[in-house]
């Protein structure tokens, strides 16, 4: 019998899935080849480790809370199965409102921003001015004109 | 239960009693929940699963074919949610249903205590189990389900066949490249020096 490269027979051998003729051509050729004899070890070794996990018990209050979702309305069946679980939806929700929030701040302050005056005209305007302005440039500030205008008119301040 | 039981649960489910199916629930619940743990890996996604599960059985009970094993047609159902729900995972990540899945990051002799002659029968026996489920939790999901209901729900290849909605042939695949697989892991822990059953 061929088995190298078609080790399923092997497997389909341990399970009981084949026939009584391909089963005895197997058995014969297992024990003429030392290949195929450790393959099938290694296999029923992993088969039986699997066969020999424990069983589970169903946890007792899970039977409960399966009835429980039996005798739910249609509707909340469906939203159920639509919806995310709540498990989801709260750090979902949590993260929404959290960038809601982010989305607020930012956008309140560009439409600051957007209404601050820009500093171009304002310099221009300036500018325009001080050529304009019969007073001399380097007079131009308010401290250093007054002093200029309370040079000229006299000091109100200056009982004298 | 009998096929005239079956029907006579087909009747009281369609008016709404669930009596019952409560009782198919306690006598089914036990495999499931067990077929669920081996698919999942994990106690809350087995009784997600098992719920889901039997939600759906209720709501479409009317197309059981009352001629064939309860318990089937709820594994079938399981199996199918299960599926669901890794395409989904799938949808976000790339994952394969039959590509070999990629490592975990913990290695088998992290998980895995010395061999210590002095440990008593019940605790190997929970160490195996850890021991199984990981290698099974490392296999692609179709290659987990084969190898799972053939292995520790000792189901024949044609019932498995059914259950996955493949042919024989595929389930006879399935089953040897999973179990090759978990020989694979089973042999790293040889070489890491961890007593192998």
Request: aromatic share 8%; glycine share 4%.
């Given at each position: ?27 014969e050729h297992i024990s ?129 | ?25 306690r006598q089914c619940g ?168």
């Open positions: 019998m061929k088995t190298h490269g078609e080790n399923e027979l092997i497997s389909a051998y341990l399970d009981g899935e084949l026939s009584e003729q391909e089963a005895r051509a197997l058995r003429s080849c030392p290949a195929c004899r450790e393959e099938h070890a290694g296999l029923r070794a992993t088969k039986s480790l699997l066969a020999r996990a424990p069983r589970r018990a169903m946890p007792p209050e899970l039977v409960a809370q399966i009835e429980a979702r039996l005798t739910r309305p249609l509707w909340k069946r469906m939203r159920d199965r639509i919806l995310p679980p709540f498990t989801v939806l709260v750090p979902a929700g949590a993260f929404a409102a959290a960038a809601l929030v982010a989305a607020v701040w930012f956008g309140a302050h560009r439409v600051a921003d957007d209404q601050s005056i820009p500093l171009e005209p304002l310099l221009a305007a300036h500018s325009r001015y001080a050529a304009e302005a019969l007073v001399p440039p380097t007079e131009l500030v308010a401290a250093n004109y007054s002093a200029q205008l309370n040079a000229y008119y006299g000091d109100p301040t200056d009982q004298e | 239960m009998s096929p005239r039981t079956f029907r006579s649960l087909g009747r009281s489910i369609s008016v709404g009693d669930s009596g019952g199916f409560s009782e198919l629930i036990e495999k499931a929940y067990n077929f669920a743990f081996r698919l999942s890996g994990n106690e809350q996604d087995a009784r997600d699963l098992v719920s889901a599960a039997f939600v759906r059985a209720w709501e479409h009970f009317g197309s059981y074919e009352t001629d064939k094993p309860f318990e089937s047609w709820l594994y079938k159902i399981l199996h199918n949610i299960y599926l669901d729900e890794v395409r989904r995972y799938a949808h976000s990540h790339t994952v394969s249903l039959d590509a070999p899945a990629p490592r975990e990051e913990t290695s088998w002799d992290e998980l895995l205590p010395g061999a210590d002659p002095e440990l008593d029968s019940g605790l190997l026996r929970r160490e195996e189990d850890e021991m199984a489920q990981k290698a099974l939790s490392s296999l692609p999901p179709h290659y987990r389900a084969a190898v799972a209901l053939c292995d520790m729900e000792k189901l024949s290849y044609e019932e498995i066949s059914e259950i996955m909605s493949c042919p024989v042939g595929t389930v006879r695949s399935r089953v040897h490249q999973g179990r090759e697989l978990l020989r694979k892991a089973f042999a790293q822990l040889h070489k890491t020096g961890v007593k192998h059953p």
